[in-house]
């Protein structure tokens, strides 16, 4: 009580992808899709306002339009003198359709080179996602606490690891737009990989998605 002033809010803007080559479901879509009811229903975290939630394009150049849409209209809100002066954290989700556990991104590397093309039939190889950056070795890393994060959702009971490769197909591309922008802008940026619900089900990942969403509302 004693506290000077109201306790930091967190807004967190989530993302998913839709369909695409040899993943007809994805997850993210329907985790993001349903995430506000559900946070609704176990009750918002103390501190945690769950910003927009968007399903993108899989796609690279694609995507990127209403991605930059999404994460200018945050900072929009955050620049037009509305009361919230807390952090701003972007939560990416995409699916690793081999995967059998969930993996927190530390990083994005500047390179596109995709395996089989993005829905809109682009299939860069070797190219720079931001050629103004650098070269295809360039990375850009969260300033989140990627590994004090996943030590904390592993003691809830949840199969999950730190990575360092998101791959070099969309995942990869979005999350380096968005640590980009995030630096550019004084907001923070996370990618998280789920497993498809064969490997993991449905109801697991909706919990895993509130428990990451209460984690990083957590972190001071």
């Known amino acids: 009580m004693g506290s000077e002033g109201p306790a930091e809010v967190t807004t967190i803007h989530v993302s998913g992808f839709k369909k695409f080559h040899g993943v007809s479901e994805n997850p993210t879509e329907t985790i993001v899709s349903n995430l506000t009811e559900y946070m609704k229903k176990k009750g918002m975290p103390r501190g945690l306002i769950l910003g927009s939630c968007n399903i993108l394009e899989t796609a690279g150049q694609g995507a990127i339009v209403p991605l930059y849409q999404t994460l200018q209209s945050a900072i929009s809100t955050k620049d037009s003198g509305s009361s919230n002066l807390g952090k701003i954290i972007w939560l990416h989700f995409g699916v690793n359709s081999g995967a059998t556990r969930f993996a927190i991104e530390n990083q994005a590397v500047n390179e596109a080179t995709f395996r089989c093309p993005d829905e809109m039939g682009w299939k860069p190889q070797k190219v720079p996602i931001i050629p103004a950056d650098g070269g295809i070795s360039r ?78 509302a957590s972190l001071h």
């Open 139 to 216: 990375i850009r890393e969260t300033t989140l606490p990627v590994e004090e994060i996943t030590k904390t959702l592993a003691k809830m009971g949840y199969e999950v690891a730190t990575s360092d490769d998101a791959g070099r197909f969309v995942c990869n591309y979005i999350y380096y737009h968005s640590l980009r922008f995030a630096e550019q802008n004084g907001t923070k940026s996370l990618f998280v990989h789920v497993p498809l619900f064969l490997a993991i089900d449905e109801e697991t990942q909706m919990q895993f998605a509130a428990s990451l969403l209460e984690v990083l």
